[in-house]
């Protein structure tokens, strides 16, 4: 191999390990299996999320990973393995390939990293069923107006009864 592949790859290694360590999520795969439409498909489907699906050599993985930290995904690393890495979102990658996978049964979720922990098969699909931020987001959002929402009820229901209360103590002291 010449010093110019060398450079390259290392930096390729580099690369990998960099957004390993500053993604939110990296959840590896295996799209073996997958026609050009399916594949195009889950990629459109991911970028929308503004995640980055990319394939990458096993023996670059490896390292990268070793470089990251994340050593124990080593053993997921066999086969053809793509990364979608999301910087943003954690759940989000988890969420778009599981739904994918559970439509296309050629794409295997192998496991990957959420928030800086390693996550298997299983986690990745605990990940998959929580909401996006946004949904979350929304069900704070409801929860703070209904909160808000019950206590201006309750001051308008004391308010009222001042106010009725404060009619009759006027009305009494006139009927003597």
Not at 50 to 56: M, N, Q, S
């Given at each position: 191999?010449?010093?110019?592949?060398?450079?390259?790859?290392a930096q390729k290694v580099e690369e990998i390990a960099d957004q390993f360590k500053n993604a939110a999520s990296a959840v590896v795969v295996d799209a073996r299996g997958l026609t050009v439409a399916q594949s195009t498909e889950l990629r459109h489907q991911l970028r929308e999320e503004?995640?980055?699906?990319?394939?990458?050599k096993?023996?670059?993985?490896?390292?990268?990973?070793e470089k990251a930290g994340f050593a124990e995904l080593n053993d997921i690393f066999a086969g053809p393995s793509a990364v979608a890495f999301s910087n943003d979102d954690a759940v989000a990658p988890s969420r778009?390939?599981?739904k994918f996978a559970d439509a296309n049964e050629k794409l295997e979720i192998k496991g990957?990293?959420?928030?800086?922990?390693?996550?298997?098969?299983?986690?990745?699909?605990?990940?998959?069923?929580l909401p996006s931020r946004e949904g979350l987001l929304g069900q704070l959002m409801a929860e703070f107006q209904f909160s808000i929402r019950s206590f201006a009820y309750a001051v308008k229901a004391v308010q009222d009864k001042l106010e009725?209360?404060?009619?009759?103590?006027?009305?009494?002291?006139?009927?003597?």
């Open positions: 191999m010449s010093e110019k592949t060398i450079a390259i790859k503004g995640i980055v699906l990319e394939v990458i096993n023996k670059i993985l490896t390292r990268a990973a778009i390939l599981k990957g990293v959420v928030d800086g922990t390693i996550a298997n098969i299983e986690d990745i699909n605990k990940y998959a069923s009725e209360g404060g009619e009759a103590a006027e009305e009494a002291p006139a009927a003597e």
